[in-house]
Every structure is written in C-alpha cells, then in structure tokens.
C-alpha cells in the first residue's frame, strides 16, 4: 500500500493539498518528506511580508527561491528598507500580479520603478494609509506600472493642516486644485491620463480631491468600472453625478458624507437624481452616511439599474415607505446595509421580508428597535443569507418566537453589545443556525458558559469566536465542543484556568488565542492551554497581570508553531532576548 502512493503522481498531490484550503495547512504536509515540501511550495501564490519574516530567513531572495509561484506579496508590519525588497523582487523574475505596500511611512518610489522595469505583469497595487502621499507618488506609479487594473490610494495618514505652502490658505489652494504635500486633483488628473487600462480605484480619505477629480477620473478612463470616494470633505453632488453622466458604464460607486444638499435646494441641473437615468450598468450603490430623501430613492427606482449591493448606512431623512418601495422594486437585491435606521421595528421588517428572498448579507447594527423576531424572521424568509449583523440592537429583550426554522446557510453572526442577549436566546440561535462558522458576542454581558456551550454542540463547523468584554463567561461550556475552533478572541472576558483547561481539551485546533487583560488566568492555565494546542501561532497576554513573565521563554521553546507572543505587560525583553526568541521562530512583542 504503501509502494502504491508512493508513485502516485505529483497532480494527484497537487490536487490534494489544494483542497487543504489555507496556506496554513500545507506547513504539516511540506514537513513529511522532501516531495510534499516541493509540491507545498509550488502551491503557495501569496506571501506577507513583516520584519520577523525577513530577519528569519536571512532576506527575501530565499523565500522568492522556495516559493516561485507568488502572484500577491503583502508587506505587513515591515519598517525596513522596502526600497531594498523591491529591487530584489525585481530581479527575482516573479509573475507577480498583486502588491500591497500599505502602512509604509513613505511610497518606496525607487524600488518600486525598478520592479515596474523588470516586471510587467502587475495589475493590482495597494497603497492605503501611507504616511505619506504626495502627486509626485501618484506620477511615479503610473510610470512604474501604466498596466495597472486597479489601484487603491485611500486613507493616507499626513496631517493635512500642516502641508500647504506658506502663505496659502486651504480655500486658494481648493481653487487651484493644487495641495503642496498631499494627493490632490492635479495628481489625479495626471493619474487618469496615463492609466488607460484602469478598472477600479480607491481614492477614500484624501480631503484634499474635488469634484475635478471624479471628472477625471471618469472621463479618461474608458475601463473604469468602479470608483469608491468615501470620506473626500470637497465632493459634492455635482462631482457624483458628473461620475454617473460621463461613465454609464459605471457598476460601483461608493461615496459617503460628501455635502449633498436636498434636490429642492440644490440650484444646479447636475443631481444624482437627475444623473441616474444615464447609468446602465450600476449594481453597487454605496451612499453611507449622507441626508438620502426618499425622491432620490424614487430615482434609484425609475433608473432601473441592475442593481444587486446598496448600502445606506447611517443615512438620514429616508422613510420606511422609501426603502420599502425601493426593496419592492430591487427584491433580487443580495447585500442590503441599512445600519441605523431607527424606524425600523419587528413588525416594519416583517411587511420588507417579502422582498429580501434573495439576499446574502444584512446589516442592522444599531437598529435598537429590532428584537429575536426580526432576527429569527430572517433567517426563516431568507434561504441565502450567510451573514447577518444585529449589533447593538434588542435582540434578547423578548422571547423567542416557537415556530422557527433552521438555516444552513447562515455562516457569519455579530451580535456584540447586544445587552439583552440571554444563554435562551444563544441556545435558540445554534440550533437555528448549524453551519455557523464565526460568531461575535463581545461585550454581551448576560452570556455564561452554558449558552456558549450550546454554540460548540450545535454548531460544529464554527472555527472564530468573539467574545471580547463577556465577563460572565468563564468557560466555553462544558459539553467540549468547539472542535474545529481556530481563533477564540476573549478579551477582557471572565476567562479563568479552569476555562483554559477545558479549551485545551477540545479546542485541538487553536492557532490564535487573545486573552488581553484576563485577569483569572495565570501561568498555570496558559501552560496547559499551550502544550495542548499543537499548532498554536499567535496569542496574547498583554495586561494578563496574574501571568508570570517567566512563562514566556518556555512558551517559546516548548511550542515550536509559534509565532508571535504579546507578554504581560510587565514583561520586558531586551534587544538579545527578542533576537533569540525569534531565532527560535517566535515574534515577541512588547506588551
């Protein structure tokens, strides 16, 4: 038998690993012989990029030798010279399709014009919340890489008060266009014209940019198809709907707290209400955060896009009788966010349930006035959904209705700081919902261990638990479920060592662990916890206080999966120690 899968062939290996899922489990198999360490390595298309990663292995140069398949790098947590790995990506002769250089203090221009030299295959690059972001960037990336398909520029970091020119006030320099020091219309402007082949942008969070850019942007790339502008204070209603007017072949837009003043007031003939009949293709409409009327919303109806994603949340002025003569007209709708509107109630979302068959995805956070039938009548009436968000709402404060029906495709649940969530409800919950595969219950301070405990029975599949703030849960229950549990965030909750024992016995699988600020545990507890878990990556003890530091250099050497520690916070490592942890495969953090 054996002889026999010896000599199998390499795609039947390949195919089997590949149905692993996860890169993180193809580390056990590349461990067994040299042939599955190969094929493992043949396989792995992304890589992320931090600084223990580099120190490790000595450079990047060896990572790209064992992994020659990467299409994504990610550079994560990395404060080196990115310039540096750049350049030898460059040389490598990779085929790399994605890179995502956010959180760098600065665009690493030349390396990255070198890359853009040697490598012609990019189509994706990530450049959110830099430090720093000026136009001469953006002019550099369209130089390095005018292949590009989709960029995303948002959320850059720079004080904006304190990059304009001497003597210039924000108001010339929005006449102007122009903001010395930061991404501006001009800089989009250049953007635009050189990057012809440019599919989807990101341009959220520059303060800076105007309705000229949208125009740009909108009428020099003939392959835009999506455009997300969120949290840009100088667009207005005039730069959304001139968007609209010169791309009709727009399918996303998402622009949020822009100033759109009501149609009635507006003196302009460019309105998104008049603009709408111009769009053909627009299936994601995201207006967060805006004063939305219920004539725009008549718009959105008489425009009769294909529309499949709208996302309304926290939008104000728009009534039930808007939303729910826009739900009749779009019912094929799959993704539905309507966060704060508190008019709804249980009775208003049974008379909107006939027209959300189709859905996948509903956000209700902050609808306070919703309870367990909303809750319960969604997962009844809606056989597609696999995510539903009801945080901060009443869910709890009533019974549960008796005539309930299970759901398999329900996934995903946050419910934190639901304050009437009960174990009863929780216990309904699993049982309505058995192929739950991650739940948030933070800051739910009626949940106990048996309400946990009916999760992990009932719902074998799930591999994330949140329940950060739950201080009267000392226990995941005591019926050792949670099986398949992967990531157990239990912040500041009432976990103790008797909790960390039981964890240890049925959570086999543990690879993140987070007990930041857990006071009932000690050394003792996470000792357990840690030679149970045998392929624990990641946990925290930050503010752990009861936890002896000297825990810390066993849970390293004794638990070779880790790989990265946050101490109490009483422990203070010196520069060698942190060197020899991390010789051993471990990151430990400063607590």
Known sequence: MADQWEYLPEECWESVFVRLGHNRYLEAPSLVCKRFHSISNRLRSSLTVSDPTVLLHGGISGLIRRFQQLKRIDFVEFHGDAD????????????????????????????????????????????????????????????????????????????????????????????????????????????SSKLQRLCRIDVSGNHFISDRSLLSLSSKCDFLREIAARDCSLISEIGIALAIRHNPHLISLSVNGSKIPSSASSSSSFTIESSLICARALCTLDFSQMIISDDLLTSIIQADLPLLKLALSHCRGFTFAGISSLLCKYCSLNYLDIEGAAFLTDQSMLELSQYLHDLNFINLNSCSNLSNSAFFLLAKTCPYLEEIRMERTGIGKEDCPSDFKKNFQLQNLKLSWNKYLSDETLQRIAMVCPNLRSLDISH??????????????????????????????????????????????????????EGLRMISQSCRRLLCLNLEGCLGVTAKGVREVVANSKGLKEISLKKCCNVASDVIAWMVFSRPSLRKLIPPSEFVSTEKQREFFLRHGCWVLDG
């Open 84 to 191: 540096m790995l750049l350049r030898e990506i460059g040389r490598s002769g990779l085929n790399l399709e994605v890179l995502n250089l956010s959180k760098q203090r600065r665009l690493p221009v030349q390396g990255m014009m070198e890359l853009g030299a040697k490598v012609k295959t990019l189509r994706i690059l990530i450049c959110s919340r830099l430090c720093f972001l000026q136009d001469s960037d953006l002019i550099a990336i369209a130089d390095s890489f005018p292949s590009l398909t989709e960029l995303d520029i948002s959320y850059p970091e720079q004080d904006s008060g304190s990059l304009t020119k001497i003597g210039s006030t924000e108001d010339d320099c929005a006449v102007s266009g122009s903001f010395p020091g930061t991404v501006s219309d001009v800089g989009i402007a250049m953007l």
């Open 444 to 497: 739910c301070w009626g949940i106990t261990g048996e309400g946990i405990g009916h999760i992990g029975m009932n719902c074998c599949e799930i591999n994330m638990l949140r329940v950060n703030g739950c201080g009267g849960l000392s226990n995941l229950g005591m019926n050792f479920g949670f099986s398949k549990l992967e990531v157990l965030y239990a912040s500041e909750s009432g976990i103790d060592n």
